[in-house]
């Protein structure tokens, strides 16, 4: 009863070393998701794949990355990290669009970057 | 384009208190209406849903919602609150034919005892 699942769940980089953040979903869902939640900003949609082969540019995807490697997993890559991406980093998923069902998320990635 | 506004950043409620968080949003049609509740150091997990039919629904922990068509409002409420329901919640608009959900900046809930 997993459902959406990302490692790892605290990270501390150094600026400019480079991470992937991982996640995996097991509902064979569609649709997957990364955000970003920052104090007063809500959450932020950096990247997402409509369906396994397709990826699309969210609202903020400037210094990221990402792979939608199988229908399972969606991971976001960070090249040289920089201190603006401090922040928690929230992985969902959902069956698609057309769909009444909702998105289900990760715990998170608590990324700090000194 | 699509818009939500919850008007509160806060709300502070006694334990036992009702509870009433605002939204409001901004869609040429009838949207799918979603309310999360993220607790500290968690993920969002959902309260309830609406997309058709009875505008007053039934959530998880006792919460309910009421879809106001002529308001555009989907408003969250509780007739009792519990020390447990302190997080932050977040309300969430999508088109049905869409696979981007538009959020709400959230309305954070404290719990005096």
């Known amino acids: 009863n997993a459902g959406v699942t990302q490692t790892p769940k605290f990270q501390v980089l150094k600026t400019g070393q480079s991470m992937t953040l991982q996640c995996a979903q097991d509902?064979?869902?569609?649709?997957m998701y990364w955000y970003r939640q920052d104090p007063g900003m809500g959450l932020r949609l950096i990247y997402y794949s409509a369906s396994e082969g397709t990826t699309d540019k969210g609202e903020v995807p400037n210094g990221y990355n990402v792979s939608r490697l199988n229908k399972r997993e969606f991971s976001l890559r960070l090249e040289s990290a920089a201190p603006s991406q401090t922040s928690v980093y929230f992985c969902?998923?959902?069956?698609?669009?057309?769909?009444?069902?909702?998105?289900?998320f990760g715990d998170g990635t608590r990324l700090s970057i000194l | 384009a699509q818009s939500v506004t919850q008007p509160d950043i806060h709300i502070t409620v006694s334990e036992g208190a009702s509870l009433e968080l605002r939204c409001n949003y901004s869609y040429g049609a009838t949207p799918y209406l979603f309310w999360y509740v993220q607790s500290p150091g968690q993920g969002l997990q959902l309260l309830l849903k609406y997309f058709s039919g009875d505008t007053l629904v039934q959530g998880i922990k006792g919460f309910e919602a009421e879809f106001k068509r002529s308001q555009s409002s989907f408003n969250l409420r509780k007739p009792s609150v519990h020390w447990s329901d302190a997080a932050e919640y977040f309300c969430v608009i999508r088109s049905g034919g869409s696979y981007i959900p538009t959020f709400g900046r959230g309305t954070s809930l404290i719990v005096h005892p």
């Open positions: 509902m064979n869902h569609n649709s």
């Open positions: 969902a998923s959902s069956t698609g669009a057309g769909s009444n069902q909702p998105q289900h």
